[in-house]
Each structure stands twice: as structure tokens, then as C-alpha cells.
């Protein structure tokens, strides 16, 4: 629910926006001048914006699906981070307004999000969007804003989440990331009708998965926010029970607002890193599968693990912290 005071609460220097602002400015125009400024006021920003300019790419074929491969050795912070609860809880919080660098900005939004620029970004206009509050990473708590976000930033960014078990490097602290629209190759492969196969329709929502993609996806679309929010309940709700817990079930997710409709793009894990992960030596391969990654762009801050990662390795890591067809059939069967 908004905050109304939650700008009162937050150090006086860290707005620089607000959202809605009372003139009509939209989101996306707010984040970008933002980033403008941040890269100019910055210098830790302006430093991650700048070693995006060495990042390296490459796409790997995968049977009937491409991914791509991205070498950027300022992720080694998120890749390598520390998420056990004991680590957790010995950290000091990087998303609490009051331990946000001196120079941070962001935009205040709905009264309760503030829209931060990420200094070690995957992309141009990576934007964090943290809770004012310090309160544990849920989306289902949390659904409404997620589509509100990505409606409001449509056309210049979709929104994505990380669940507390398989992504978040602060599971602690509920937020979402923005990347510039069609940066992650899922969307563009959700938006193909050509790859999707209908599963079902739930009044105005209809519910599909991905073929031959080598994960379990499932795509929810409804021009109702009601509805998709109803739906992404019923989904979570479906795959708690498929997996026998009464914690949130372990997901990524992407939201997009295309064409007058919401596209939510889920995706059910079942654990966070790869065995790969966790060998030792030149064994070891440093890929932590978040969102963007699952999502089909890869993030490897080691450059030996971006020359040597090829299809096989890419198919391994998918299988492994993915849900396999039966599980994936299993919750659609359930909604």
C-alpha cells in the first residue's frame, strides 16, 4: 500500500523526483534524467557507466533457442554475493535510504518505491527499485506495483524480480529491477506466438508456455490488472503446492505492458547456483542464474567462463535449476 509520509521518512537529499509528480511527467522520463544526472553527479556511477564500454558479448546457439553471453567483471559483486541468513544479517543493508551513498538519488514512485540508478549495471539504464521500507524481498505482496511499474515504464523498460532463493543479493530488502525493454531475450521470445503453446484461459487471462526453450516458462497475459494479478495469486499458490512448501515459491519474474496488455513471464526454480557453481579451482564456473540470466542473457564476471561456456554447459545449468516438464505440467494442472 503507498506511503504517503514515506518521503518525510527518507533523508531530505535522496528525492530527486517524485512520481506522480502532479504535471504528468511519466516514469520512464523521470528514471532517465535521473540516470543523466547520476552519471554526471556520481562518480561511482559514472564509472559503471562507463565500464559498460568494455563489456563483451557473444550469443551461443542452444538447440532450437539462442542465449547470449555477456562479460562484465564489475557483476563479480552480485554473482559472488554472500545470501545465507548469518551473512545476511551481519551486512549492513545497501538498499535502506539511510545507507545509500552520499551522491544517490532516486525517484520517489507510488509513495513507496524509490527508483535507484545501479552502479555496476548490466545495462545502460539499469535501475534498482527498492522498498522505502526494510522489509523481506515478496512478490506476492508486492504484485500490484510490479505491474503498475511495468505499465508506467512501458515502451522504455520492463521490470523484473528476483525471488529471495534464487537471484535477490538482498533478500532482505523487497525490490525490482528495470532494464531497457527487450534487453532479456524471454521477452522477445514470450511475444512470439510462434514459440508459445496456449494452456489455458481464465476469463480475460490466458495462461502459456514456452516450447523447446530448454526451461520451464510460463506467460501470463490479460489486458485486467485484476485479472493478472488474480492469475500470478493462483500461479504461486499452484506452485506452492506442486512443491510442498508454505514459503514463496521460488521464481523469477518479468513484467512488460506491450500493446495495451501485461505479459508476465514466470519462471519456477529449484535452486539458486548450479553444482558448477561451487567446484573448486578452474572447475568452478561463476554463473549465479538470476532473472537476466534464466532469461537467456548470461552474466559471467570471469572472462575464462565466458570464453569456455558453449551450448552443453548452457543446457546443464538450465536443467539443473529449472523445473523439469512434469513439474512444469504439474502446476499449470493446478491453477
Not at 547520476?38 to 562518480?43: K, N, R, S, T, V
Not at 545495462?123 to 527498492?130: D, N, V
Amino acid at each position: 500500500m503507498p506511503t504517503p509520509n514515506a518521503a518525510a521518512e527518507l533523508p531530505p537529499h535522496t528525492v530527486a523526483a517524485l512520481h506522480p509528480d502532479g504535471r504528468g511527467s511519466s516514469l520512464s522520463s523521470l528514471s532517465r534524467e535521473l540516470y543523466r544526472r547520476q552519471c554526471l553527479d556520481w562518480p561511482m556511477m559514472a564509472a559503471g557507466a562507463e565500464a559498460l564500454n568494455a563489456v563483451q558479448v557473444r550469443s551461443v546457439a542452444v538447440g532450437p533457442y539462442d542465449v547470449r553471453l555477456q562479460f562484465n567483471p564489475k557483476r563479480i559483486v552480485s554473482t559472488g554475493a554472500k545470501v545465507d541468513a548469518a551473512s545476511i544479517r551481519e551486512r549492513r543493508c545497501f538498499l535502506c535510504a539511510a545507507h545509500l551513498p552520499a551522491e544517490q538519488r532516486g525517484v520517489l514512485a507510488y509513495g513507496s518505491f524509490l527508483v535507484l540508478c545501479n552502479p555496476m549495471p548490466i545495462f545502460r539504464e539499469h535501475f534498482t527499485i527498492a522498498h522505502v521500507r526494510h522489509i523481506p524481498q515478496s512478490i506476492e505482496e508486492n504484485i500490484l506495483p510490479f505491474l503498475d511499474l511495468a505499465k508506467d515504464l512501458a515502451g522504455s523498460h520492463a521490470v523484473f524480480y528476483n525471488g529471495p532463493k534464487c537471484g535477490a543479493s538482498a533478500p532482505d530488502h523487497m525490490h525490482f529491477q528495470a532494464s531497457p525493454a527487450g534487453s532479456i531475450p524471454a521477452e522477445r521470445d514470450a511475444a512470439d506466438p510462434a514459440r508459445r503453446v496456449q494452456r489455458a484461459i481464465r476469463g480475460g487471462l490466458t495462461v502459456s508456455t514456452l516450447k523447446e526453450y530448454g526451461r520451464g516458462v510460463i506467460v501470463l497475459e490479460s489486458a485486467s490488472r485484476q485479472e493478472t494479478e488474480l492469475g500470478f495469486l493462483r500461479l504461486c499458490a499452484a506452485m506452492r503446492r506442486a512443491f510442498g512448501t508454505e514459503d514463496e515459491p521460488m521464481l523469477n519474474a518479468i513484467a512488460v505492458w506491450d500493446g495495451g496488455r501485461w505479459r508476465v513471464i514466470v519462471i519456477p526454480r529449484t535452486k539458486h547456483r548450479p553444482a558448477a557453481y561451487f567446484r573448486e579451482g578452474e572447475d568452478q564456473v561463476l554463473i549465479s542464474p538470476a532473472a537476466v540470466d534464466i532469461g537467456g542473457l548470461i552474466v559471467t564476471p570471469a572472462e575464462r567462463d565466458f570464453r569456455r561456456t558453449d551450448a552443453a554447459l548452457v543446457e546443464e545449468i538450465f536443467r539443473e535449476v529449472s523445473v523439469s516438464d512434469d513439474i512444469l505440467n504439474d502446476i499449470i494442472g493446478r491453477l
